[in-house]
């Protein structure tokens, strides 16, 4: 019977987080044994673990759940988000306050910690998420290491040293980490109550994605909505692109520093930028559309990591609430004329939406496709599948279902 109870009183710690700045917080391990360094953010999604745990954007990330229970409804295989589950992309650590109690929902294949071994991520629990989550917001995301050893046998001095002498993620290009390999095409369209996953059967307009680390729902959301998706690795060149005929070209979300991905993003975003062809970004694919356009990104303090972040729409006066992840921002004060701001955050005034005026392009910081999370903004994939048919002389589709 597992126990949701601090051990501590006659446990000895079974995991420990290990911060550059030397303070060492212990919990009890649970998840895959060994250690991995990265930086730890706190999300604070009350529900929708898996799908945080596999979203490439977290790759080098530890991810600390504010909310206190985590894993009681189990895990799937349904709810996974990174495209090629094999490669294990996603967070490399995960902190929880109560201990992982047996699973009982109706969904439930599996415990979280089998899960968590298998998945290759380290994690601790049983410590105050809340004392680590003021830390962030006084101090910043820190760099850590965060190690697992079933008999409680540490080289704390080790960890130290490993936790100080990581880079961080400014300057480092994780996508090309998570990316895929290889073209593919997906025709997976959104989860149904009671159904499932559905199958695409005709699609009438095509997408190019180009993956730098991007969720599944996102490309089932576009395949809902008609359009055949080609996903293809985060290097592919423009003319490669524009040789598929895409109607239109989207651009992931994923990890890292986006001015170190920007170095071969930018230039193919660029290239691209110069057909009339609609152009829409997603988290990473935006702050690289705003490099490209001669914005400028910069790391934030804490970091926007949840589901319930409210974004104003200018262009309609509307306030969504919305998903997000990310540690880097576009600098609006830095976006050259002709490129609007469209979406801006109401938790910190950051910037949340660009488009180009006047022509079919714009991207969004939050996540529109959500798992996990509020749906409020799927509206941004009928506004980027209606510059699609206003391109070709189709009609266009409500913008709200
Ligand atoms: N979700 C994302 O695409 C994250 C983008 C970028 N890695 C950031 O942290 O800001």
């Not at 303090?301 to 006066?317: E, I, L, S």
């Amino acid at each position: 019977m597992a126990t949701t109870t601090a051990p501590w009183a006659t446990e000895k710690p079974t995991a420990l987080l290990v911060l550059a700045d030397g303070t060492v917080i212990e919990g009890r391990g649970l998840g895959a044994t060994g250690s991995a360094v990265a930086e730890v953010c706190f999300n604070t999604a009350l529900t929708g673990y898996e799908e945080i745990l596999t979203d490439p954007s977290y790759a080098g990330q530890i991810v600390t759940f504010t909310f206190p229970h985590i894993g009681n409804v189990g895990t799937n295989d349904e709810d996974i988000e990174d495209l090629h589950p094999a490669a294990r992309a996603g967070a490399v650590g995960a902190i929880f306050k109560a201990n992982v109690t047996d699973p009982s929902n109706y969904r439930a294949a599996g415990h979280l910690d089998q899960w968590l071994k298998r998945r290759g991520i380290v994690a601790l629990s049983g410590i105050d998420t809340r004392a680590l989550t003021v830390l962030i917001r006084e101090k910043g995301m820190p760099n850590a290491v965060i190690a697992h050893a079933p008999d409680g046998v540490f080289d704390i001095e080790d960890l130290k040293r490993r936790a100080a002498a990581w880079s961080g993620l400014i300057g480092l290009d994780l996508a090309k980490e998570v990316t895929s390999g290889q073209s593919s095409v997906w025709r997976e369209t959104p989860w149904i109550w009671n159904e499932g996953y559905g199958e695409q059967d005709a699609p009438s307009l095509h997408v190019v994605a180009i993956d730098y680390g991007v969720k599944r729902n996102i490309l089932r959301l576009l395949a809902g909505l008609g359009a055949k998706v080609t996903v293809v690795p985060a290097q592919t060149g423009a003319e490669e692109i524009l040789a598929m005929q895409p109607d239109g070209i989207f651009l992931s979300n994923g990890p890292g520093d986006p001015e170190a991905t920007g170095e071969y993003a930018v230039p193919v975003i660029q290239s691209l930028l110069k057909t009339d062809i609609p152009v829409f970004g997603i988290c990473l694919g935006h702050q690289m559309l705003a490099l490209a356009l001669g914005g400028k990104t910069e790391k934030m303090h804490q970091g926007h990591h949840g589901a319930n972040h409210p974004v104003k729409d200018h262009t309609t006066g509307k306030v969504e609430i919305v998903s997000m992840n990310h540690g880097f921002a576009v600098d609006a004060d830095s976006l050259p004329e002709g490129v609007e701001e469209t979406h801006v955050s109401l938790f910190d005034g950051s910037n949340c939406g660009i488009a180009l005026t006047g022509r079919p392009v714009f991207s969004v910081q939050h996540h529109p496709e959500a798992s996990p999370g509020p749906q409020d903004s799927h509206y941004l994939f009928r506004r980027f599948v209606n510059l699609i048919r206003e391109r070709r002389g189709e009609e266009a589709l409500a913008e709200r279902a």
